[in-house]
């Protein structure tokens, strides 16, 4: 354990990269907020953006801007900018929809493209919830002969690849635990089985350099929300492997999805391109505003440089939170190693619950993952070291003062 001190933590921000890049952000005075790996912060740019959308090319243009302001383009310009985050060259990835129902679209797309007796979805029961519950509903629609959900420890998938495996759907980071897979590794052995391979980028995109052509992934999905920050319910993203875009059409055959919208052909024909993964009107002013996040907040940033300050923001946190509170229950539930670990770091507790409360209530923003899990999501861009040094220094005060266990904090809200 290192003899760190306030001082110290002033002193790294002061020698840091990435620290101007704060100011692409609105955050309150005095709010230490670690919950961008839920919902990213609003950047600066956005409010002016949406002032003009909304009187500009709403209000006056009206419906030329499908034209004029080039709306018809945005699933296309969004996907772009996100596909160079992910290591995607252009015109593999496009934005639009949830991830729940690209992940729809994508899985049912895989199964199509499998071989004959290959029908198993291979995952594993730490998966994000609605991963899982997409598999369950595509295997309501075409029956458990043509579709099975097959669930194992996420340390034991490359073990687990039996021939009847038509496609492999992981994390790449886990939600609960912040525990990083190694896409490279992953994917080469599920290819190597002739399956394929599905990543969902949620709490990867724009936390941790990813690079989906480098590592020859076929599919992968992703939220606008996070660590995009392009704000609460932003339209979701999909991959799809240039070499596979033209084999099969997704099954959501919606009229953007089409090669000629505007023709209104009562037949479906797919669009070329990974445009014919769309399905229906893209949400202009969601789109936007993930535009704008995505141009204001990470043009010509360091991807190696994020990773670099999340890693060590993360070690310092453990490295304080173990001393500084020591005896009070909490165990890390997240990788020590940095290799293994996202952008975040979680700590079980048996009164997590409450004392997540009671830290939000000392303006420390994490949050709250079912049975005992805090969370704590480090976004480089707008976290500060002397930030993590606050935040434990409240958290340690809450602890030794007891001030968690009140009525208040055990109120269970509808969102934790």
């Known amino acids: 354990m290192t003899a760190y001190t306030r001082a110290d933590f002033l002193k790294m921000d002061q020698a840091d990269p990435l620290a101007p890049c704060r100011e692409r952000f609105l955050l309150r005075n005095g709010l230490i907020y670690l919950d961008g790996n839920s919902l990213g912060a609003l950047p600066a740019a956005a409010p002016e953006r ?25 699933p296309q310009r969004v996907g772009d900018r996100i596909g160079a985050l992910v290591g995607a060259a252009p015109g593999q990835a496009v934005a639009g929809d949830s991830t729940s129902v690209n992940l729809f679209k994508l899985l049912a797309a895989a199964l199509k493209m499998a071989p004959e007796g290959r029908r198993v979805i291979l995952s594993d029961p730490g998966n994000f919830p609605t991963d899982l519950y997409m598999v369950q509903g595509l295997r309501e629609l075409v029956g458990e002969n043509r579709c099975e959900l097959r669930l194992v420890d996420e340390t034991e998938i490359t073990g687990a690849l039996t021939d009847d495996v038509a496609l492999v759907m992981l994390t790449h980071v886990n939600f609960r635990s912040g525990r990083m897979h190694d896409m490279q590794a992953v ?7 002739g399956a394929l391979m599905l990543w969902d980028l949620s709490h990867s995109a724009g936390a941790v350099p990813v690079d989906l052509d480098g590592c020859n992934a076929d599919f992968a999905v992703g939220c606008g929300y996070k660590y995009l920050n392009g704000g609460p319910g932003a339209p979701a993203f999909l991959y799809v492997a240039a070499r596979h ?76 939170v173990e001393k500084r509170c020591a005896g009070h229950g909490f165990t890390l539930a997240s990788p020590r190693k940095q290799a293994l670990r996202g952008s975040q770091v979680s700590f079980a507790h048996p009164d997590g619950y409450a004392i997540m409360q009671a830290l939000i209530k000392a303006d420390v923003v994490g949050d709250f993952r079912a049975p ?29 003062q007891r001030s968690w266990d009140k009525p208040e904090f055990h109120q269970r809200a509808a969102v934790t």
Request: with cysteine; charged share 20%; proline share 4%.
């Open 50 to 74: 949406m002032q003009h959308a909304v009187t500009r090319e709403w209000g006056m243009d009206l419906i030329s801007s499908w034209n004029v302001n080039r709306w018809i383009d945005l």
């Open 187 to 193: 994917t080469r052995a599920v290819q190597a089985s």
């Open 245 to 320: 875009r033209e084999r099969v059409s997704q099954p959501l055959a919606g009229w953007m999805g089409h090669e000629s919208p505007f023709v209104f052909d009562i037949n479906y024909a797919p669009a070329a391109g990974v445009s014919r993964y769309l399905c229906g009107t893209p949400p202009v002013l969601g789109m936007l505003m993930l535009e704008t996040a995505l141009e204001s907040c990470w043009d010509g940033v360091d991807m190696a440089q994020v990773r670099e300050k999340s890693l060590r923001l993360g070690d310092l946190f453990i490295e304080l």
């Open 372 to 400: 005992d899990l805090l969370r704590f999501g480090f976004t480089p861009l707008y976290t500060r070291y002397v930030d993590i040094w606050d935040a434990v220094d409240r958290l340690t005060a809450i602890m030794q």
